[in-house]
């Protein structure tokens, strides 16, 4: 059998009694030529092994493994799935692995898998989007050669945001300092089974080359933390819980940065944030 030969995902849903949770964050996207235009964004997969974050029923899975992955490894917190996910790795010809965890406690690049060259590819559940896109941007070393992620719309456009657009804030920053964003395509909620209540959107990111990345996205993101919590007030301000970390002052961080202290976060443009990053850095010691 081949993975298009496998019954229709509404049938594997009710057969199985897999209605969505929730407290899961499922919203199950049916539709194939949606999946199959999702997994096409990730180019040849052909000799690389694909992770995927909540495959739930394995729409997307399936996608994947029929425009040609090499192998697909999916981390699933849900073990309801699971019976059904191996009757898709059966007919994939065992090209699935599921993993069962809570993909915030993985750590990828310690998992084996059959290719050198890793992906990932998800439509990932709302309440751990960012967190997770944050945690694969700081990941060292870079295991990833492309993210293929499905957000709800607005984190999608704060991901690709630039200076001066209304989104424009940490996520844009940290996600400009490892990689280059690109806003895929928008799906409105009726695509998906229950429909959220919001619509999303696919971003696809790819990792900056070494030489390009910033350095210490550790140091950017305690910046950029202190300087948008407090975004409509100064930097001389927002940046005080910032500097108390370092034991210096807004001010001293502004002047080796070049930037104004009465300047807000929003009008500061990713490359003025690494030199306050550095800046930070550098005071801490
Ligand atoms: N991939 C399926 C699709 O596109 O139809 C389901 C997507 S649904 C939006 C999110 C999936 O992520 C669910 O299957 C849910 O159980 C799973 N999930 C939620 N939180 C998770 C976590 N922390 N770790 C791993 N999987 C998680």
Redesign the pocket.
């Known amino acids: 059998m081949s993975v298009d030969a496998l019954p229709p995902l509404r049938e594997v849903i009710a057969s199985h009694g897999l209605k969505a949770d929730k407290r899961?964050?499922?919203?199950?996207?049916m539709d194939l030529n949606l999946t199959a235009k999702i997994a096409r964004l990730c180019g040849d997969m052909s000799e690389a092994t694909v992770f995927e974050?909540?495959?739930?029923?394995g729409?997307?899975t399936r996608a994947l493994l029929s425009e040609g992955a090499g192998e697909v490894i999916a981390?699933?917190?849900?073990s309801r799935?699971l019976t059904a996910l191996e009757d898709i790795n059966t007919a994939s010809g065992g090209r699935l692995s599921v993993v069962e965890?809570?993909?915030?406690k993985v750590t990828e690049a310690e998992i084996d898998g059959k290719f050198a060259t890793r992906m990932l590819a998800s439509?990932?559940?709302y309440n751990?989007g960012t967190a997770l896109l944050i945690k694969w941007l700081t990941a060292e070393p870079v295991w990833w050669t492309r993210l293929v992620l499905m957000f709800q719309k607005e984190v999608a456009e704060r991901v690709v945001a630039s200076v001066g657009d209304a989104q424009y804030g940490r996520l844009a920053i940290l996600t400009a300092a490892a990689a280059s964003p690109r806003y895929a395509f928008t799906l409105p909620a009726r695509a998906f089974t229950p429909p959220p209540k919001v619509d999303s959107a696919v971003v696809v990111i790819d990792p900056l080359p070494a030489d390009k990345r910033f350095a210490d996205l550790d140091a950017l993101s305690i910046v950029t933390e202190s300087a948008f919590g407090q975004r409509r007030k100064t930097l001389r301000k927002s940046l005080g819980v910032a500097a108390g970390k370092a034991a210096t002052s807004s001010e001293a961080l502004l002047e080796a940065a070049g930037i104004e202290p009465s300047a807000r976060a929003e009008t500061i443009d990713p490359a003025g944030f690494m030199r306050l990053a550095e800046a930070w850095r550098a005071a801490k010691g």
């Open positions: 899961f964050g499922q919203h199950f996207l974050v909540g495959p739930g029923p729409g997307l981390v699933e917190k849900d799935f965890a809570d993909a915030l439509n990932l559940p751990v």
